[in-house]
């Protein structure tokens, strides 16, 4: 896959074809744009890097801050001030947004710093990205997993100059700058520098080695040189009194010279800073020490095959594929493998073992991403498992939210006890290195945290869905409590797992009135419970829960207008009262698709997800519907084209029509072969694949699940699929468990 990947799908608003039959009948007021970025990236790194323009949300790019439809442009074309380190990637408004570490080649003076220029000739793929900015300097980028070099490639000049910005962080937009609270830096020796920043209550290092031989180095202040000096040292920085601080390096550049400059991280001080860089380049096979030789290509190589390990877990059959497919689902595997964040060791309480941050949000990825994590690196996940943990000892809740901050994020509005959905998964694996006795203490605590009391004393929380999510913790953390033999905390966890019922309305089969978060009643009232035969009841039975699926989906409706830029209330009122399919554009609609299934019409699943493979999803960098969400959106794409659909929580596959003829998973417990037969890839307005058969190891499969322990046992499931819906799947019916 690594050849097809494009890191600038998603980097720019959305710019689909007009979507055909089901599909122009949704309708999506979120963000229409990926929110991606095309910067050096290591897979689940510390460490990216990235030109910044101080765009939304990522500092790259030419957009502004927006919450519905098209976004606004603050920047007529593609450009760059310098080149930062640390990037969301594809989320939208979490008000915080790194962008540290400022590195700027000029050839111009110190007080043109911050000035934007132009970029041509962009290139980027896996763990590389490259631009020329108009002055001339050709900009490449690569990273290790604690680590980034830079490469400058400069034309004759007498005063070229590489200039470090550390009092720069976030974006420029309202509400959305960064700055460090205090901050050191110290020349050590000629081309060798470190210092550190305390951000977001977080203390980042930084040791930085150039490869500039000849070139003068300096510290400064308010773009002024500080010559001599050989530290500069700010115990509290005001706010409204900052003024940029950082180094520099000058000299004669020859043309066509390149001078690297290397750069480790760290948030246990500047000596790990400077081993983790050390070790970075040593795996990379590359020397250092200033002036050890170039390791630029080195550590891109060592990067390229990370990145190539990683994709080749998920290999697929091209035939039939398009050009544009095979990009598209290289793409959507790439932005799947960014984040969370993972930096083993850099933990800032202190302690060892695992650490990760960028976990925004557990509502964009415990869907989708965080199982296919599960799937393909089950350890790396019994790793975030232990973080969320420590987070939880650290902060008093586990997170709904975690970024390279003090504090967990507070998306207090969003939901609620996520963590135990992720938690429930890795149980029903027995993935060893996780204490689960501890873990039943932080899961029993958090449900009667925040929301959880108003459940608790009164049957229900506002926002409604919240009641969902604390109904479904409960359950999960049954499930482990059962497991590990604590039958009293299990039956407490039991008594409160039904409480669900209560959010629904018998009379309309829909949420009772509430506020939502993104969203409406509509959004909402499909997802996948743990009791989906008395969910189905409470709407009226089968026939019933049927009607307003096809309602929600827009099965029979004519097209709609998509809301463009700066859309009016008028406009979204309209939008929002069609109680619409927001496809794949909102976060809550993702497992939407697959309740079909528990009404035993998973031809209408097929329907929808080859519509949405079909429709929403393209090349360039408008090939996105809306934001990717660390990854969320982009791991949909993947299970969808594989036929597969992991219920979160349950332990479990949902079986459909893949988009591609085999696809192969390289899981720990053994490949996983899909093979079809009959398939037809899904294009605009072309016909369905429906599953006909399943066959399972060579045995006929009848149901539409596979549960987990099954699925892990499996080596091969081929798929028979026809043009037309069978009677596959109308008998059988998905587990519900009673609550």
Not at 229 to 249: H, S, V
């Amino acid at each position: 896959m690594f050849e097809h990947v494009d890191p600038f799908i998603g980097t720019g608003a959305t710019d689909l074809p007009p979507p055909q039959g089901l599909a122009a009948a949704w309708w999506w007021p979120k963000p229409q744009v990926g929110n991606t970025h095309p910067g050096a990236t290591y897979p689940f790194g510390m460490v990216s890097a990235c030109a910044y323009s101080g765009g939304y949300p990522t500092g790259y790019g030419r957009y502004d801050f927006n919450t519905e439809g098209v976004p606004h442009t603050i920047h007529d074309r593609q450009v760059a001030s310098g080149f930062t380190h640390f990037q969301q990637s594809g989320t939208g408004a979490i008000r915080k947004y790194y962008n540290y570490f400022r590195v700027t080649p000029m050839l111009h003076p110190i007080d043109e710093l911050g000035r934007v220029w132009p970029l041509h000739d962009e290139v980027a793929s896996p763990g590389y990205y490259a631009a020329t900015l108009a002055t001339g300097v050709r900009s490449e980028l690569t990273v290790g997993p604690k680590s980034a070099v830079h490469r400058y490639t400069f034309p004759a000049h007498e005063q070229a100059r590489i200039v470090l910005d550390a009092s720069i962080g976030g974006l420029p937009t309202p509400r959305s700058r960064t700055v460090p609270l205090r901050a050191f830096l110290a020349l050590v020796r000629p081309g060798v520098a470190q210092g550190e920043i305390v951000v977001e209550g977080v203390p980042l290092a930084v040791h930085i080695e150039i490869d500039a031989p000849g070139w003068r180095q300096s510290l400064w202040y308010d773009r002024r040189l500080m010559p001599g000096g050989t530290r500069l040292d700010f115990d509290y920085i005001r706010p409204t009194t900052l003024r940029p601080f950082g180094l520099i390096w000058m000299g004669r550049a020859k043309a066509e010279q390149s001078v690297e400059i290397r750069l480790g991280f760290s948030l246990r001080g500047i000596e790990r800073a400077e081993a983790n860089l050390h070790a970075d380049l040593a795996e990379a096979g590359a020397p250092a020490g200033t002036h050890g030789g170039p390791a630029f290509d080195l550590r891109r190589e060592a990067t390229r095959t990370a990145w190539r390990e990683h994709l080749d877990l998920i290999r697929v059959d091209e035939t039939g594929l398009t050009p544009e497919r095979k990009t598209t689902l290289a793409t959507a595997a790439y932005h799947s493998f960014i984040k969370p964040s993972f930096a083993p060791e850099e933990s800032p309480w202190g302690t060892d073992g695992p650490y990760a941050f960028d976990i925004c949000t557990m509502w964009d990825i415990y869907r989708t991403q965080l199982p296919l994590l599960n799937t393909l690196q089950p350890s790396r996940s019994a790793d975030l498992a232990t973080v969320l943990m420590a987070i939880c000892e650290q902060e008093g809740n586990l997170p709904i939210g975690y970024r390279m901050a003090k504090g967990a994020d507070r998306f207090s509005r969003q939901a609620s006890a996520l963590a135990h959905t992720f938690l429930a998964d890795l149980w029903a694996r027995r993935e060893p290195g996780i204490d689960w006795d501890w873990a039943l203490v932080h899961l029993d605590a958090d449900l009667r945290r925040t929301y959880g009391e108003d459940y608790l004393a009164h049957g229900i929380a506002h926002p409604v869905t919240h009641t969902l999510d604390l109904a479904f913790a409960y359950h999960c953390t049954e499930q482990i409590a059962r497991g590990v033999g604590d039958d009293t905390l299990a039956d407490q966890m039991h008594a409160h797992s039904g409480g669900w019922r209560a959010a629904f309305d018998p009379a309309t089969g829909l949420l009772v009135d509430s506020t939502f978060y993104e969203g409406g009643r509509w959004n909402y009232s499909f997802r996948l419970l743990h009791d989906m035969a008395t969910r189905i009841e409470l709407a009226g039975g089968q026939e019933r829960f049927v009607g307003l699926l096809d309602r929600f989906f827009g099965v029979g409706a004519p097209p709609v207008r998509q809301p463009g830029i700066h859309p009016s209330k008028e406009e979204l009122a309209a939008g929002y009262a069609l109680g619409r399919f927001e496809g794949l554009n909102n976060e809550p609609d993702l497992d939407a698709p697959w309740a079909y299934h528990y009404a035993g019409r998973p031809e209408r699943t097929a329907q929808i997800v080859h519509a949405a493979i079909a429709n929403q999803f393209g090349v360039g960098r408008g090939g996105l519907p809306g934001n990717d969400d660390s990854g969320g959106l982009s791991a949909w794409y993947v299970w969808a084209t594989l036929g597969l659909f992991p219920v979160a929580g349950q332990d479990g596959f949902l079986l459909g029509p893949p988009a591609v003829a085999q696809a192969e998973l390289a899981r720990p417990e053994g490949d996983l072969l899909i093979t079809t037969e009959g398939l037809r890839v899904p294009e605009p307005g072309g016909p369905v694949s429906y599953v006909r058969s399943v066959q399972v190891d060579g045995r006929e499969h009848a149901g539409t699940w596979l549960p987990g322990r099954a699925a892990r046992r499996a080596q091969h499931i081929h798929l028979e699929l026809g043009d037309e819906p069978s009677s596959w799947g109308r008998r059988t019916r998905p587990p519900s468990h009673s609550s």
